[in-house]
């Protein structure tokens, strides 16, 4: 879902970059040595094709990953929202207070039955008991909340498929 939050425009690669980004998928520590090892260029060359893909936007940030289960973070909600009117005044104050809720990962937009589609982590089945009524359900706007609990995460944050742009 990541790769959502920028603007689509299309950048020409070649198999070079789609060797570097599949390797810096798997893992955004690898030095520009070892990437250079891999892919069959020099370190320099490395260095001038990522500053390329970061002036492009392909390359959008470097972060780290952390387990939310180690942090305490063990229960994760998918929770749709409807809001009760969509004028543009109550859509850019959701918009707003969605922002400053630091238990949402992501909050997309959406066509069908619901406006929006948010990614929750809480510890916690009485803290989402809490979000919900006292936090998102007060958001201006909000008519009704639906949420989805994952019993299970089958596959998280997988590296984007490139396989197209070969």
Not at 19 to 29: E, P, T, V, W
Not at 70 to 86: I, T, W
Request: charged share 20%; glycine share 6%; hydrophobic share 45%.
């Amino acid at each position: 879902m990541r790769g959502l939050c920028m603007a689509a425009h299309s950048v020409s690669l070649d198999a070079y970059d789609l060797a570097l980004l599949s390797a810096l998928q798997a893992d955004g520590r690898t030095t520009h040595q070892q990437l250079a090892e891999r892919v069959h260029l020099s370190p320099s060359q490395v260095g001038r094709r990522l500053a390329r893909l970061e002036a492009d936007g392909v390359i959008t940030g470097y972060r780290v990953s952390l387990s939310s289960q180690a942090l305490g973070l063990g229960v994760v909600v998918f929770v749709s929202v409807k809001l009760a009117h969509h004028g543009d005044t109550i859509i850019e104050r959701f918009r707003e207070e969605i922002l400053l809720l630091e238990e949402v990962q992501e909050c997309y937009s959406v066509a069908g039955e619901a406006d929006y589609l948010i990614r929750v982590v809480v510890p916690d089945l009485p803290t989402l008991a809490e979000f919900t009524m006292k936090r998102l359900m007060r958001v201006p706007g909000v008519e009704s909340v639906r949420s989805n609990i994952v019993l299970t995460a089958i596959k998280c944050e997988g590296p984007l498929p490139l396989s197209h742009l070969r």
